[in-house]
């Protein structure tokens, strides 16, 4: 079930849960400037069926709840939700990333997340012009074989693979790496709005911490969430990714998670690059015609 601002349940306890305060727990144990999704995996695991309020006071919670209130309230947003962990809405697929997210905000129709079909089309944010006519050509694929596109709203390949989804009739998930209340990039304005009026956005990174430090902390939460949208999704495409491309902390997550990981034929074909072959012997599939997708899936 959603946590917007409505008492909900547990599923593994008959009492209410407050889910104001459970936004507030969670921005809470982000304020420890040493919390990172790693900690906060290893407390819920030592605390089993714990819930984020319940390590703090209600007047801890009722400050926190007021920032980040009025943090929703300067970015004019009225749309937003979130979803925790132990409520029958959280996608149990979360859980098998080695540190599982407990919370999550979200604009947009959260069914997406349950899509039978799912898979994240992701790549160089510096894309090449074959880059952009090769991740047009796989959505178009996807959609036609009503698979939802999942990708991370950044430059490059993440945009291409976003508009293609909605040119074409499509469903796409962005998963981003900033609060739910910030646009990153800021061109990419219109679009995060478009995918959180008829799609659905996901954020799990803290908004009062993010808003607290600095830009070198805060390029952190990036990573993380390739981690997320990999353990969100069946597969994974890198359609181009440079030696350093934070796609490879994606390819690395899917692999961990047994999630497919697919690699054009084109990286293998760049003398420039050994990750393909790297990611090839460790599982990876090489992808030269759209059957080697569907016939491994």
């Given at each position: ?32 400037s ?36 009025e943090?929703?309230q ?95 009739g ?24 478009q ?25 952190l939460?990036?990573?993380a ?73």
């Amino acid at each position: 079930m959603t946590l917007n601002f409505n008492d909900t349940t547990s599923i593994f306890a008959k009492e209410p849960i407050n889910s104001l305060d459970e936004m507030a727990g969670y921005e809470a144990l982000w304020t420890d400037s040493k919390t990172s999704f790693k900690s906060l995996a290893e407390k819920f695991r030592n605390n089993p069926h714990s819930m984020p309020s319940d390590f703090y006071s209600k007047s801890d919670l009722k400050k926190i709840s007021e920032e980040v209130l009025e943090k929703f309230q300067n970015a004019n947003l009225l749309d937003y939700k979130f979803c925790l962990f132990q409520t029958v809405d959280y996608p149990q697929k979360l859980r098998d990333a080695e540190n599982p997210i407990e919370f999550f905000y979200y604009r947009g129709n959260l069914d997406f997340a349950f899509s039978p079909k799912s898979i994240a089309v992701v790549g160089s944010r510096n894309a090449s012009e074959d880059g952009i006519k090769r991740t047009k050509k796989l959505v178009k694929s996807l959609v036609e074989n009503s698979f939802t596109i999942y990708s991370g709203l950044a430059k490059g390949i993440d945009t291409v693979a976003h508009k293609t989804a909605i040119e074409l009739g499509g469903k796409t998930v962005a998963v981003i790496g900033t609060p739910i209340t910030e646009v990153y990039p800021k061109e990419n304005s219109a679009l995060q709005q478009q995918i959180a009026n008829s799609h659905l956005l996901i954020s799990q990174v803290p908004i009062l911490r993010y808003s607290k430090q600095s830009i070198q902390g805060n390029r952190l939460f990036f990573p993380a969430r390739n981690i997320t949208m990999s353990a969100l999704t069946d597969a994974t495409v890198i359609v181009e990714a440079s030696e350093t491309s934070g796609t490879l902390i994606q390819a690395r997550a899917a692999l961990k998670q047994n999630r497919k990981l697919f690699i054009l034929d084109n990286c293998f074909k760049n003398p420039n690059l050994t990750w393909p072959a790297k990611f090839a012997e460790r599982g990876a599939i090489r992808v030269r015609n759209f059957d080697d997708i569907i016939t491994n899936l």
